[in-house]
């Protein structure tokens, strides 16, 4: 994969340091064969996924071609539903973020009308609208093309099967001769080729091509989760599956931040990886996660590529990967040296189109399944018990405290006042019983099962080296 940074698109101060916030560190190949054209003014004909970067690849020259001598609407992306609307201008505003004259506005369906036409009157330059209520302004006329300067089609194939062909034929006529379109597409219909024909003069014609590739033999797993609790889920599936040494992918550094200090906070014993730390900190942070002392690791994919461990029991897609190839080399890090290995992958909303792109450009199986329950962390937490309690049995580490047994079923049998009778099993069944009742008491909340206390400032330094052990130091000094 080449590796582009932003700052070899030559952009404004502005506009770079507002990607560094948002974590990027690199662009995407939508975005770094698109933005120098749309920045030239040229008309671009984009055939990509969901979730390649298209917003960025738009949205950057958009925002850096803004006039700010002049109030009127210098852009419009028309999208095909409400949510990508929003999404598309929370996203536009993130990069406009240091740009505080560029004002950014989602118009959509569903929202009143007369609250959108007194934003309107703040002269926003950049409209991100669905193409219904679009047209709605346009014959209010609350909406006027008169400084127009660049249209955007964004997901253009799936405007047209909502069946706005209409809608966007009439906004695409009513906008100046002398316009720049851009228009992105995953497929390239009959129709979007007869747009694109009838609206677009020379066009750059852009393709996210798909190489062929290797996946490698991983037991892949995806599960549908919600955003906000996606911490949860990864905690459980650790948990769950007694993980000692796993790789979690980000696609932000702000992201990989964030994670490791809340999974520190939990008692992991956690770490990130991005572009921003020194080299000699990346350095010692590898070497920790080689010889095992770091049981989760939390990585961008530019700082992950030199990461070459064996032992590397599972690999979760916190975010869903931009790219196909990514998605490989991600899930590549597990089951090597003829070991098995695992990899999960978080989607939600419209992320799962993507995931289903994914799995036919990689031809490969990945099962849904549902995040483990409270139940399963139960049965997990039980059983890690029993194997603990067999070992001090075989080890014969159990025998000094036969006597306080004996003693309490002797006791116990003749100070019974209704003839009660307990037995061996009677009384370890109790043990284990209040030994439950206390953990869950002292430190699991059944609605937040996985939660840990926040043992140090930058959470645990050594090796976990199983759930087992982690769950048994901590209970003794609670």
């Known amino acids: 994969m080449e590796v582009i940074n932003f700052k070899d698109l030559k952009l404004s101060d502005e506009v770079e340091r507002a ?9 995407t190949p939508i975005q770094i064969q698109s933005i120098p054209y749309i920045l030239e003014n040229r008309d671009v004909l984009g055939q990509a996924q969901t979730g390649t970067g298209k917003t960025c690849a738009f949205g950057i020259p958009a925002i850096e071609k803004i006039n700010l001598d002049q109030d009127d609407i210098q852009v419009l992306v028309l999208c095909p539903t409400r949510e990508l609307a929003i999404q598309s201008a929370k996203e536009l505003k993130n990069v406009a973020k240091y740009k505080k004259e560029v004002r950014i506005l989602p118009i959509y369906g569903g929202q009143p009308i007369e609250r959108q036409i007194v934003s309107l009157k703040k002269h926003p330059q950049i409209i991100i609208g669905t193409p219904g209520r679009v047209m ?7 909406i006027k093309f008169t400084n127009l300067k660049m249209i955007i089609l964004d997901e253009a194939d799936e405007m047209l099967n909502m069946g ?8 695409l006529t009513k906008a100046p001769e002398q316009i720049q379109t851009i228009l992105f597409s995953a497929t390239m219909s009959r129709d979007i080729l007869e747009i694109t024909g009838k609206y677009q003069k020379d066009p750059v014609k852009i393709k996210i091509t798909h190489k062929v590739l290797t996946v490698p033999s991983v037991e892949q797993y995806s599960l549908e989760v919600n955003p906000n609790n996606k911490l949860e889920v990864l905690s459980r599936l650790i948990d769950v599956n007694n993980i000692k040494l796993g790789l979690v992918f980000c696609n932000t550094k702000r992201q990989v931040d964030e994670l490791a200090s809340s999974l520190q906070a939990r008692g992991y014993s956690a770490e990130a990886l991005h572009g921003d730390m020194r080299q000699e900190s990346r350095d010692k942070v590898m070497a920790q996660f080689r010889k095992g002392n770091i049981e989760i690791l939390i990585a961008t994919d530019v700082a992950a590529r030199g990461i070459d461990v064996n032992n590397v029991e599972a690999v979760f897609n916190y975010d869903l990967p931009n790219d196909e190839e990514y998605y490989v080399h991600r899930i590549g890090r597990t089951g090597r040296a003829g070991k098995t290995g695992k990899a999960f992958t978080f989607v939600s909303g419209r992320e799962i189109i993507k995931l289903k792109d994914i799995q036919r450009f990689t031809k490969s199986s990945i099962t849904p399944i549902k995040p483990p329950s409270v139940i399963d962390f139960k049965e997990r937490r039980m059983r890690a018990i029993m194997d603990l309690t067999k070992q001090t049995i075989l080890a014969g580490k159990h025998v000094g405290y036969t006597r306080y047994i004996e003693k309490m079923i002797e006791d116990f049998n003749i100070e019974s006042e209704d003839n009660s009778f307990a037995s061996t099993i009677d009384i370890a069944a109790a043990l284990l019983k209040e030994y439950l009742e ?6 699991l909340n059944m609605n937040n099962i996985s939660e840990k206390p926040n043992i140090t400032k930058g959470g645990f330094r050594g090796k976990r080296t199983d759930v087992k052990k982690r769950s048994r130091n901590y209970y003794k000094k609670h």
């Open 19 to 27: 990607l560094d916030d948002m974590g990027f560190e690199e662009a």
């Open 136 to 142: 709605d302004h346009i014959r209010r006329h609350t």
């Open 164 to 171: 706005f062909r209409e809608d966007i034929d009439t906004i």
């Open 438 to 443: 206390k953990i869950n008491s002292t430190s």
